[in-house]
Nanobody, 122 residues
Framework: QVQLVESGGGSVQAGGSLTLSCAAS????????VGWFRQAPGKEREIVAA????????YYADSVKGRFTISRNNAKNTGYLQMNSLKPEDTAVYYC???????????????WGQGTQVTVSS
């Protein structure tokens, strides 16, 4: 069992930066893949980035490549999403998710956080 708690959301102007954190409980987190997803009002939840348990492979949605960086610190049971050059279209609720296997879809993850709001103004 893994419990996830996101933090670090907020309101920023376009071009600004935020770093989201995903604190995990449960000693199995270190062997789980982590994904970050987002859901804007009226839209489906979409993957933003994912990382394997060993950090040897990362995945990014085309819309965030070159602007967002996913990472993790297994010693701290924490995942991160560094977001730079934010755009108004990045506005959404951001969720972290964990799973033994992971993948590019929301159905690939068993454990979810409660979400944190990110609002980017123009």
């Amino acid at each position: 069992q893994v419990q996830l708690v996101e933090s670090g959301g907020g309101s920023v102007q376009a071009g600004g930066s935020l770093t989201l954190s995903c604190a995990a409980s449960g000693r199995t987190f270190t062997s789980y893949a982590v994904g970050w997803f987002r859901q804007a009002p009226g839209k489906e939840r979409e993957i933003v980035a994912a990382i394997t348990w060993s950090s040897n492979y990362t995945y990014y949605a085309d819309s965030v490549k070159g602007r967002f960086t996913i990472s993790r610190n297994n010693a701290k049971n924490t995942g991160y999403l560094q977001m730079n050059s934010l755009k108004p279209e990045d506005t959404a609720v951001y969720y972290c998710a964990a799973d033994p296997s992971g993948g590019p879809g929301s159905h690939d993850y068993d454990y979810w956080g409660q979400g944190t709001q990110v609002t980017v103004s123009s």
